[in-house]
Nanobody
Framework: QAQFVESGGGLVQPGGSLRLSCAAS????????IGWFRQAPGKEREGVAC????????YYADSVKGRFTISRDDAKSTSYLHIDSLKSEDTAVYYC??????????????????????WGQGTQVTVSL
């Protein structure tokens, strides 16, 4: 069964950093684009970053540009989301997912959850003093 397992979340003070990991199993990660999303209580799931196959292109939501860095290590079947300068508004559950079909590429368009599948359970990030 294709799935992701996210890890690396936790409680962090404002201005701190975290590296989230997303480990894939049951499929070949290198064939798919990877998207990172987050969902805060009472809000819709928001796409924050995307990396295409072979890291040919990336996408970042305006709210995270300059602070979030997405990467992938296909040999380890893992994607990473490095977050710097954490803000209270970054508090959310963070998820990763695979773009539907091997042709999905990350571009300048906002990410739509309906275009992604094999969602993990998420990892909680809480930014607070």
């Amino acid at each position: 069964q294709a799935q992701f397992v996210e890890s690396g979340g936790g409680l962090v003070q404002p201005g701190g950093s975290l590296r989230l990991s997303c480990a894939a199993s049951g499929f070949t990660l290198g064939r798919y684009a990877i998207g990172w999303f987050r969902q805060a209580p009472g809000k819709e799931r928001e796409g924050v970053a995307c990396v295409s196959r072979s890291e040919r292109s990336t996408y970042y939501a305006d709210s995270v540009k300059g602070r979030f860095t997405i990467s992938r290590d296909d040999a380890k079947s893992t994607s990473y989301l490095h977050i710097d300068s954490l803000k209270s508004e970054d508090t959310a559950v963070y998820y990763c997912a695979a773009g539907y079909g091997s042709s999905y590429e990350c571009d300048d368009s906002p990410l739509e959850p309906r275009d992604f599948g094999s969602w993990g359970q998420g990892t909680q990030v809480t930014v607070s003093l």
